[in-house]
């Protein structure tokens, strides 16, 4: 999310399109492609649902995923719906009924899921059936809200304790010690048939499958909630058998080792320095986590930068890597699909709507994508659009002095987001009185670009603009002043006025 170096701006006689050029990348190994997910008519009517965004993700084979929910809204539901990914994205309605909670890979190829609907299952729901493995009773008060499995078990995470449900039995653990409030988060099968989750207040606990619950804790007073101890939110293991987690709270990736010793990795705070209370910008905040399948890294959603991070498992550096979106997209959840992963986002449309979109990542890939940096300040950029936009007012001159109708402007634009230009031009017969006319726009330029990517847009003549040029420029003077308004960086309106007949 940086802003690269200037380049010189320059008009071509005969052109009619604006280019805005952006300085080329280093190679660094990953790149982020994103997958819009196609509208459906399933019980919609017109116009046709928009997907929602992803409930619960779970691969199902190289560039697929099954994703819950993103059939939000219509009157028959999916349990999931199968999407692979690819140049066209096809979505395939997987069994009908209350989309799945969550999903973990089960015994015989199919996913398990849990339902959040009063039913309270575990089912092996292949395409497109669907076969209860277990059923709570109906007082049960079950409140399932995270599953993982291994060796044959599913641990689920209900309410404030843990469950293991082995050949259609259940066993519940009761977590000692828990204060009021706290309560299992998230959860992820680990070494020796044991079950690891993170506590709402600043611990690991590793529940075996006899019963034997260990408190890692992190920190060394895990219950005052305003200290700087850990907050670990999402779990996984690592490909050297580790236990990492992320800290919302504060910005930290975490990593255990089987004898209990621990390391905190910082993210990067990538905010400009005069950002104020009322900006886009927020600190980072990891959500869910997965090892990558190259066995290097392990990778990490960031809502709060609008990032994808991985951090290494030898190392422990951290590196984040922005969303190539137009407009603000949320990353959730992230799993591994073959040789990629995939994530899942949304996207606000207004009025406090969302829509679902799916992003996939391929390490090992070049030239890649460049990694998130600390963008400049607001006026740093203010400052060098004011240099670009005047000189492109410089330039823009002799179209309207030769009675050209068209130009092309190459300029660099702030990140990604979107950029409008409008040159406005007020006229003054040459006369001792400086008679002003009313300022008019005279030529537009509209682009919507991705981070680090080329747009081209069309500089069009306005009529009003047409209209100056053939009652002749050379007659009046002319003064063109360039507004730019841009977004994604820094929302915002640049103006550039060079005083100087045409």
């Known amino acids: ?5 200037l380049v010189k701006t320059a008009f071509v006689a005969t052109a009619v399109e604006i280019l805005l050029a952006v300085t080329p990348v280093v190679a ?19 116009p046709p649902c928009r997907p929602s965004p992803a409930q619960a993700l779970l691969a199902a084979g190289p ?34 009924g209350s989309p799945a909670y969550a999903m973990a890979p089960g015994l015989n190829g199919h996913p398990w899921v849990i339902f959040n609907d009063g039913s309270m299952r575990l089912a092996d729901a292949p395409l497109p059936g669907l076969t209860t493995l277990f059923q709570y009773g109906p007082d049960s008060k079950a409140q399932p809200t995270g599953l993982t499995t291994g060796a044959g078990a599913a641990w689920l995470i209900n309410h404030e304790k843990v469950d293991r449900i082995l050949g259609g039995s259940v066993t519940s653990f009761s977590p000692p010690g828990l204060w009021p409030g706290e309560y299992p988060l998230d959860i992820v099968a680990g070494p020796e048939e044991s079950a690891w989750y ?35 939110r999402s779990i996984a293991v690592g490909p050297e058998g580790a236990i990492w987690w992320t800290d919302e709270i504060h910005a930290r990736i975490g990593r255990m080792t089987d004898d209990g010793a621990f390391q905190e990795f910082d993210i990067p705070d990538h905010r400009p320095p005069d950002r104020s209370a009322g900006d886009s910008f927020g600190p980072p905040r990891p959500r869910a986590l997965v090892a ?16 994808i991070g991985r951090v290494s498992v030898v190392s422990g550096e951290v590196t984040e890597y922005p969303i190539p979106a137009t407009s603000l997209v ?22 406090g709507h969302e829509v679902g979109l799916l992003g996939s990542i391929m390490p090992n890939t070049s030239p890649g994508d460049s990694p998130l940096t600390t963008p400049p300040s607001r006026s740093e950029i203010v400052t060098a659009l004011q240099a670009q936009l005047k000189r492109a007012t410089m330039e823009a001159r002799p179209a309207f002095r030769r009675r050209r109708q068209s130009f092309a402007l190459t300029v660099t634009p702030p990140e990604a987001g979107s950029l409008i230009m409008t040159w406005t031009a007020v006229t003054r017969a040459p006369t001792r009185k400086h008679t002003v006319t009313t300022p008019v726009a005279v030529a537009t330029a509209r682009a919507a670009f991705g981070l680090a990517r080329t747009a081209t847009v069309a500089v069009k003549l306005t009529s009003e603009g047409l209209r100056l040029r053939s009652r002749g420029g050379r ?4 003064r063109l002043t360039l507004q730019a308004t841009f977004s994604g960086l820094w929302a915002g309106q640049v103006e550039a006025s060079v005083r100087q007949g045409a």
């Open 1 to 5: 999310m940086c802003m690269t170096k």
């Open 28 to 46: 660094t190994g990953l790149t982020i492609t994103q997958h819009p997910l196609p509208d459906y008519a399933h019980d919609c009517g017109e």
């Open 63 to 96: 560039g697929r995923v099954l994703a819950s929910a993103v059939e939000g809204g219509t009157a028959a539901r999916d349990v999931y719906t199968e999407i692979a990914l690819g140049p066209k994205v096809v979505m395939t309605p997987g069994p009908a």
């Open 198 to 232: 993170t506590n709402a207040v600043g611990a690991i606990e590793q529940i075996t499958a006899t019963g034997q619950e260990i408190d890692h804790t992190i920190g060394p007073d895990p219950r005052n909630v305003f200290g700087d101890h850990a907050r670990p």
């Open 292 to 307: 990558g399948p190259e066995h290097e890294f392990m990778y990490f959603t960031d809502p709060g930068d609008n990032a």
């Open 330 to 351: 949320f990353p959730a959840d992230i799993t591994v699909a073959g040789n990629e992963l995939v994530f899942d986002e949304s996207e606000a449309v207004g009025e």
């Open 475 to 478: 007659r009046s003077h002319l």
